[in-house]
């Protein structure tokens, strides 16, 4: 099988959620095999080298990378308000981009095409003509759903009437473009399930995302009992109000019940404005070389999303490193794992701080939450068990 996977950032190192989401494909396919080639936007302004990434990575993958802006413009934001086109996708188209696209697939033919994300669908035109691959749309977030949520969490008019026709723009090319593919590779069964209640009648299948068994904890290594983390790519703006809803909102009341627990902060693009809630009880420690090593002393791993779609990759790399983790509802969508089990949930600022405070002082009871979360992933998100069911799904496009 020869597969191309067009990329919405760089994929490696594997360090945030939609990162491993795509390296893990990638991996998987060569792993079993197949040829692939990855094409990966770079976004100007934070560019990776490519000379960066490992050699032996590169060259399986047969990697490149196309350099693009997609930093917002007042100017162009502006102009777009008496368009009809959703801002948030035009960003990312590139001619720069599209001519590479052009060259590659008038030099070499591909069985499927994968765009990772909306934000490569601006493509669709220029593949469709140069291609007579299967194009697939994986699915990472339900994008429009997202801006809703947003625009529904702030209190400021203005800002709410264009977070809202963001969102409007967003969804109706949503459920436009999905109709221009040959399949979908949803990240969760409720991106799948919403695609179909709006008409897409294509083959379809749920892939997740694999967690590989060297996430699991090694060793013995003693956990901090009372310490509390989050890690994400905090360049993401569901991440972003999470957070400032969980240090405004839950973590004063667990100081009160608890001042000697201790909170740290973790993740790529840290915004400079995050140290200011630098203090004895909270750590901003940025971006961290090894989220497994950042993981391995501290005992509850918080994911407190307001808004977002898709699935959050971070709790099931948390799941794997066995932690104690407490999310909203929206955070824990589409995993699949169940409250008290392997996970615990608060959608209020009370309930999650009481949730926090229980761990803490019973830390025999937090331990069987991160064991039974250990034991729900190797069951039902090891790559040996998702990698055959996409293959089979990419293969089944060729047979009577």
């Known amino acids: 099988m020869r597969v191309l996977q067009l990329c919405h950032k760089i994929p490696y190192p594997p360090a945030d959620g939609g990162s491993i989401a795509m390296h893990q494909i990638t991996e998987g396919l060569w792993k079993a095999t197949h040829k692939v080639k990855v094409i990966a936007l770079n976004f100007k302004g934070c560019e990776v080298c490519p000379d960066d990434i490992p050699e032996d990575y590169r060259n399986k993958a047969r990697f490149e990378a196309q350099i693009i802006d997609t930093r917002i413009k007042l100017w162009q934001s502006f102009l777009n308000l008496f368009s009809r086109k959703s801002y948030n996708v035009a960003r990312f188209y590139s001619k720069a981009m599209e001519q590479r696209l052009e060259l590659v697939l008038r030099e070499e033919d591909f069985d499927i095409i994968q765009l990772e994300g909306l934000y490569l669908t601006p493509y669709i035109p220029v593949i469709r003509k140069y291609s007579a691959a299967k194009l697939l749309y994986r699915s990472h977030n339900i994008e429009h759903f997202i801006w809703e949520r947003m625009a529904g969490a702030t209190r400021n008019l203005l800002k709410r009437w264009y977070l809202r026709l963001l969102a409007k723009r967003l969804k109706e090319y949503e459920l436009e473009v999905i109709h221009h593919v040959d399949g979908l590779v949803a990240i969760s069964p409720l991106d799948l399930e919403f695609f179909r209640k709006n008409g897409f009648i294509q083959p ?58 201790r909170f740290f902060l973790a993740g790529k693009r840290l915004p400079p404005k995050y140290f200011r809630y630098a203090s004895n009880n909270v750590v901003v420690a940025g971006e961290v070389p090894s989220a497994v090593d950042f993981m391995a002393d501290k005992q509850i791993m918080v994911v407190p999303l307001l808004s977002g779609g898709g699935m959050r990759v971070k709790i099931i790399e948390g799941m794997a490193a066995a932690k104690t983790i407490i999310s909203t509802t929206i955070g824990a969508e589409g995993i699949g794992c169940e409250d008290g089990r392997q996970i615990l949930l608060a959608d209020q600022p009370a309930d999650m701080a009481r949730l926090i405070v229980e761990c803490r002082n019973d830390p025999v009871m937090a331990a069987s939450i991160g064991n039974g979360a250990l034991k729900f992933v190797e069951e039902q998100y090891s790559p040996e068990v998702i990698m055959p069911r996409l293959t089979k799904f990419y293969q089944g496009f060729f047979t009577d």
């Open 204 to 261: 379809a299948i749920v892939i997740p995302v694999t967690m590989p068994r060297l996430l699991k904890p090694e060793g013995n290594q003693e956990v901090d009992t009372g310490t509390v983390f989050h890690l994400g790519s905090m360049d993401w703006r569901p991440n972003q109000e999470g957070i400032e809803w969980f240090l405004e909102k839950v973590w004063p009341l667990v100081i009160k019940q608890a001042p000697d627990m």
